[in-house]
Nanobody, 122 residues
Framework: RCSCRASGGGSVQPGGSLRLSCAAS????????MAWYRQAPGKERELVAS???????NYGDSVTGRFTISEINSDNSMSLQMNGLTPEDTAVYYC????????????????WGKGTLVTVSS
């Protein structure tokens, strides 16, 4: 199986920056893509950013131009640089991965990591 560990959340003032990191571990034969989702209180979970193994990045409309997702490292980790944070970015951020495992190489499996809280307030 695979597990994801997210880190880097915290509290920051509006306009500030934070960097989130996600590291996936386990029986990973191939990392297909990694992503960040977030869920604010009372709202549905939404895509923040994703990155494929080939380096193709995709961003949610609300973060485009402010957030940057890194490429996937050889150790199956990546990061999300968040600049220009606003109170609307306050949410629990989740790492999400799609992998092919050694035990089931013909199947792509999704895993969620535990969330990390980001709070933006003055």
């Amino acid at each position: 199986r695979c597990s994801c560990r997210a880190s880097g959340g915290g509290s920051v003032q509006p306009g500030g920056s934070l960097r989130l990191s996600c590291a996936a571990s386990g029986s990973i034969r191939r990392m297909n893509f990694m992503a960040w989702y977030r869920q604010a209180p009372g709202k549905e979970r939404e895509l923040v950013a994703s990155i494929t193994s080939g380096g193709s990045a995709n961003y949610g409309d609300s973060v485009t131009g402010r957030f940057t997702i890194s490429e996937i490292n050889s150790d199956n980790s990546m990061s999300l640089q968040m600049n220009g944070l606003t109170p609307e970015d306050t949410a629990v951020y989740y790492c999400y991965v799609n992998v092919r495992e050694f035990r089931t190489p013909g199947i792509a499996t999704n895993y969620w990591g535990k969330g990390t809280l980001v709070t933006v307030s003055s």
